[in-house]
């Protein structure tokens, strides 16, 4: 965990708004983390508290806590000693835009094992430097959820990405996230209705706030009838696509 590999297969060209958001990411790496981490990392918790009591992630059973050792343990078993279960494997996630690693740092710490995109080199050279064990880092881009190694996850993930992918991208990220996932996709980002310094922060990032706020309901409603929304702070919201009992194409 936390080596940095690349994955950036079929180089698309992309357009300037990408391309500024990269520059801009680029030079807030090294101070994002004392600007936003206390409150980001306080959202994520919630969101994956909330995850943890959701149906169809909880049967895979993501909390993986050691069972406790006694004092003392037998030189050798005997035929009395009940058998011993195997343990099961950790749950997956794919943290999609994962910036400096907050979202995937949390998902760890519940218990899966998370790889975590993200196509700025300096997001994740912070994110390697200070959450080294809580992914797998890979240099790729968002519409790349399903080629990464291990899809599909369990669970694919994005925090507060969407809002800032003019809406065609924004559909084809989301839409390669649902490909993705075995159980569920899970979202936090902003939710209706719209503040006026959030919006104005936004536009200072060249975001596609107002935007989101207003076409985003649509964009689920046409991948997911069963969308969930749980509201996080009084601007954000966890936003949950659970897939466990979509229909399989053949």
């Known amino acids: 965990m936390g080596l940095i590999s690349r994955n950036l297969q079929n180089p698309r060209r992309r357009q300037n708004h990408v391309t500024q958001a990269q520059r801009l990411f680029s030079m807030i790496a090294p101070v994002y983390d004392l600007i936003l981490a206390h409150s980001m990392t306080r959202m994520y918790q919630k969101a994956v508290d909330l ?11 993501p909390r993986h806590t050691p069972p406790a050792l006694p004092s003392t343990l037998p030189a050798t078993s005997t035929l009395h000693d009940p058998p011993t279960e ?18 995937a740092s949390e998902l760890a710490k519940a218990g899966f094992r998370v790889t975590a995109i993200d196509s700025c ?50 559909r084809e990220v989301l839409a390669d996230m649902i490909r993705s996932a075995r159980k569920a996709v899970a979202i936090v980002d902003y939710v209706p209705p719209g503040n006026l310094i959030t919006a104005a922060v936004e536009r200072l990032e060249g975001s596609y706030y107002r935007k989101f706020l207003c076409e985003f309901g649509d964009d689920l409603a046409c991948v997911a009838a069963n969308a969930l929304v749980h509201p996080l702070t009084a601007t954000c919201a966890l936003y949950i696509l659970p897939l466990s009992h979509r229909p399989r194409s053949h």
Not at 51 to 61: I, K, P, Q
Not at 86 to 92: E, G, I, L, S
């Open 51 to 61: 995850l943890l009591h959701t149906d169809d992630l909880c049967a895979s059973g």
């Open 86 to 103: 195997p343990t099961p494997p950790a749950p997956t996630a794919l943290d999609v835009g994962t910036g400096t690693g907050l979202f």
């Open 121 to 170: 080199l300096a997001m994740l050279q912070v994110a390697t430097r200070r959450r080294p064990c809580a992914a797998d880092y890979i240099l790729a881009e968002a519409h790349l959820a399903s080629r990464q190694p291990g899809a599909p996850f369990d669970l694919v993930c994005a925090g507060m990405l969407l809002h800032g992918l003019p809406r065609e991208y924004r």
